[in-house]
Each structure stands twice: as structure tokens, then as C-alpha cells.
């Protein structure tokens, strides 16, 4: 009875409020006008492909909110594909991952998340006819679990966490969406902790912990990362070179003054910056900031002579351009939250990172392994830096703790798909 007294407040009045509001917004933003629309035209456009390519074999409905968590189900779609040969379809919430994706290693067709309607859901799962839904991490839509429920489709969360003072642990939010996450077939949680925080906060719905995929895919991408050579071998060869990654306007206040000490004692001492987002504005902030030590974009770098700072000014590159470094910082970590920190771990170098990273479990446990180091201010980074310029064997110690540290909690992967196999085998 609670189930359907909220199922109706959602349908009838949360969710039409909050789709005028979203239309509204788009009047006035070409951003969210571009990542609206074209929901309109997915289900119209799954079922041509449908129809053109004749599929016939398991197919698997993925869904990720953006790029990131898409980046984190890789090896999940790659190994389903290759071992038994399933059909994966991933919708996406966020321009950022629809746009910036592209078909293979196990996607077969992409696709913007429908609005999330009872009857949008019911078309799409008539169409595809899924074996299975898996939601990636967070992105949790009432009816599209509520309709795969009623239409017997089996449904699962990988990835699952919630920190403990999440807004879904509060208590009207709670109330609601304990109505959601108990449809679940089995919600996996990347930790004991996280798993429990589910219990307490979600009693009766069905958790356990198996890890997070994000590990097997660092070490994915590292593996991929040494296929190609990004810069010239004399840029690289006697080179200290430090990676500051996804760093936004709150980290360059406490990066910029160091780097550029370090820039200015040690002529072997060289940087890539990263920003967030690599807008015409930013780039050539940085390059104004650094121009007195020589600085040069990464859609250049076949020009590179001398240049002592490289700002990537392109997406998707990040993850391989960390094994140049000899150490990394990840950004995001004096604000907004921090950003992967594995992707520099797996490849055995220090990782420097601020305060600001409760949102990331991994970086919590990644600091208590020593692998981590945490900053503070500038003067942190500028010692630490010092340190290990001066100090080889240490810095190689503590890039084998961080590369430890990653390599240790791998494997979720084949766990995930070992509790499919049967499923899988029919």
C-alpha cells in the first residue's frame, strides 16, 4: 500500500513538476536544450536499429548517468561480449557520456535515457527485450526499475555506494526510494561499509559486496596506454615530469604558486596540466600563467622543442598521459570532490590529492596505504615535490604502495559475471 500511495505522488506530481521545471530551464540553457530533446527520439531510434541489424542474441541493457561511470562498466561490457557474445546497450543520462562515447569493446548501440515514464519504459523493454538491467553506480530512475520489475526483467546495481551523509539517507528521500531499491535483484556494493550504510538506511533490500569494476579497468587503460606514444622521446628522457589531473579553478590556487617554484629551481623539472574542462578560456589562462617557463598545448605536441608545461586541451587522454609521470596530483579534491585515483596509482607513481575527498571511498583507504598523500596548501605540494626530486628510492617505494593498493582490489569484473553464468549459459 506505502509502494503505491508513493508510486502515484512520483508519477502524478514529483516527476511532472519536475520535467516542466527541467523544460523551463531549457529555454534559457543550450546545455540542458541539447541533453533533453533527443530522449524524445530514443525510443524511435533503438527500434530501427532493431529492426535494421535483425539482433537475435542476448541482449543486456546497461545504464550510466555520464562518461565516468560508463569508463567503469568497460570491462563488464568487453568480457560479456567477447565470452558470450551479448548484446550490450547502454542508455546515458548526461550529454558528456552519449556524446563522448563511441560504438565497440562491447557496445553494440548507445542511446540518451528515455524520460523516465512508465510508458517510455515499458516500449523500450518491449523492444529490446533484455535479459537483464544493470544500473552503473548511482543513477537510480523509479519507474525504469519499477517497470523492469513488472515485466520480470532482472535488475542490478553495480558499483553501489552511499556515503554516509548522502541526501538519499535523508529521512523523506529514504522513505521513498526504499520503494525503489528493494526491486533490485541484488544491489552490489563496492564495500563492507557501503553495503551496511544500504542495510541500515534500506532495510529488506537485497545487498552484498563484490567491489567496484573501476580497478579492472585502470588496469585496462594502463595496458592501453603504452599501444601509442603521446610525446616526442627527447621531451620525456631526463625528465622529472609531475601530472596534475582534472584540476579545476580551486586546485590552481594552490597548485600554480608551486609548480612554478619547482619550475624555477629545477631546470630538469617538467609538468602536464589537465584541466576539468579544456574550454579555449582555460587553456589559455594556463598558458599565460606558465608562458615564462615555455608552455605549449597537446593538440601541438608534435611541434615540442623545449616547452617545459604541456596542457591537454582534449578529452580521453588523461588516463595514458599518467605514465609519464613521475608523480600526480588529482584534482578536484579542494572543492568539488576528488576524481579517480587510481588511474595515476596503477601505474607505480606517487599520488598527491587535498582534503576534499570523503566522496571517494577508494580515496580514503588509498591515503591509510600510504600510497596517497594528502595536501593541504601549496607548501605541502612544494615539499613533497622536493622530496622526492631529492629522494628516488622513496618516491619509487611509495609508487609501489599505490600501485599495490589497486592492483589488490581488482577483480569484480569476474565475480559480477560468474553470478550471471548461469543466466548466461542458458
Known amino acids: 500500500m506505502y509502494k503505491k500511495f508513493w508510486q502515484f505522488l512520483y508519477s502524478y506530481l514529483v516527476f511532472p513538476l519536475f520535467l516542466v521545471t527541467v523544460h523551463l530551464a531549457a529555454v534559457f540553457s543550450r546545455k540542458i536544450k541539447n541533453g533533453l530533446y533527443p530522449r524524445y527520439k530514443s525510443i524511435n531510434k533503438v527500434k530501427i536499429w532493431i529492426e535494421k541489424e535483425k539482433q537475435t542474441g542476448k541482449i543486456f541493457l546497461f545504464h550510466a548517468a555520464s562518461m565516468g561511470e560508463f569508463e567503469h562498466i568497460k570491462p563488464l561490457l568487453k568480457e560479456l561480449s567477447i565470452r558470450f557474445h ?12 552519449f556524446e563522448n562515447i563511441k560504438r565497440g569493446d562491447g557496445l553494440d548501440f548507445k542511446m540518451y535515457m528515455p524520460v523516465d515514464t512508465k510508458r517510455n519504459w515499458q516500449n523500450l523493454y518491449q523492444i529490446l527485450k533484455p535479459s537483464l538491467l544493470v544500473i552503473s553506480k548511482h543513477d537510480v530512475w523509479p519507474q525504469q526499475i519499477w517497470q523492469a520489475k513488472k515485466m520480470k526483467i532482472p535488475v542490478f546495481l553495480v558499483n553501489a555506494s552511499l556515503a554516509e551523509k548522502s541526501s538519499r539517507t535523508r529521512p523523506g528521500v529514504k522513505r521513498f526510494l526504499k520503494h525503489v ?21 534500506y532495510p529488506r533490500c537485497p545487498v552484498e559486496t563484490i567491489g567496484d569494476t573501476k580497478y579492472d579497468q585502470v588496469v585496462n587503460r594502463k595496458n592501453d596506454a603504452f599501444k601509442d606514444s603521446l610525446f616526442p622521446t627527447n621531451w620525456q628522457q631526463k625528465k622529472w615530469v609531475f601530472v596534475a589531473g582534472s584540476i ?9 604558486p608551486a609548480l612554478k617554484n619547482m619550475l624555477a629551481q629545477f631546470e630538469n623539472f ?11 578560456k582555460i587553456v589559455d589562462y594556463m598558458i599565460e600563467e606558465f608562458n615564462k617557463w615555455g608552455t605549449i598545448k597537446f593538440s601541438q605536441r608534435e611541434k615540442i622543442k623545449n616547452e617545459r608545461v604541456v596542457i591537454l586541451d582534449a578529452v580521453g587522454y588523461l588516463a595514458s598521459i599518467y605514465r609519464y609521470a613521475s608523480a600526480a596530483y588529482v584534482g578536484g579534491s579542494f572543492q568539488q570532490g576528488i576524481h579517480n585515483v587510481m588511474e595515476p596509482a596503477i601505474f607505480g607513481i606517487p599520488v598527491l590529492y587535498g582534503p576534499v575527498h570523503k566522496n571517494s571511498y577508494e580515496a580514503i583507504q588509498f591515503s591509510n596505504s600510504e600510497g596517497g598523500l594528502i ?22 617505494l611509495i609508487g609501489e604502495k599505490a600501485k599495490n593498493f589497486a592492483l589488490k582490489n581488482t577483480g569484480a569484473t569476474e565475480k559480477l559475471i560468474q553470478f550471471w553464468k548461469n543466466m548466461l549459459d542458458e
Do not use: M
Open 86 to 97: 551479448t548484446i550490450n546497450v547502454v542508455t546515458f543520462f548526461s550529454p558528456s557520456g
Open 248 to 256: 579545476w579553478p580551486e586546485d590552481n590556487k594552490h597548485l600554480f
Open 181 to 201: 531499491y528493494r526491486d533490485f535483484n541484488k544491489i552490489f556494493a563496492i564495500s563492507d561499509e557501503d553495503a551496511r550504510r544500504f542495510a541500515k538506511h
Open 270 to 280: 617538467n609538468c602536464i596540466l589537465v584541466p576539468h574542462q579544456p574550454a579555449q
Open 375 to 396: 595536501v593541504q596548501n601549496e607548501k605541502d605540494i612544494e615539499n613533497i615535490l622536493h622530496n622526492f626530486i631529492g629522494n628516488e628510492t622513496e618516491r619509487k
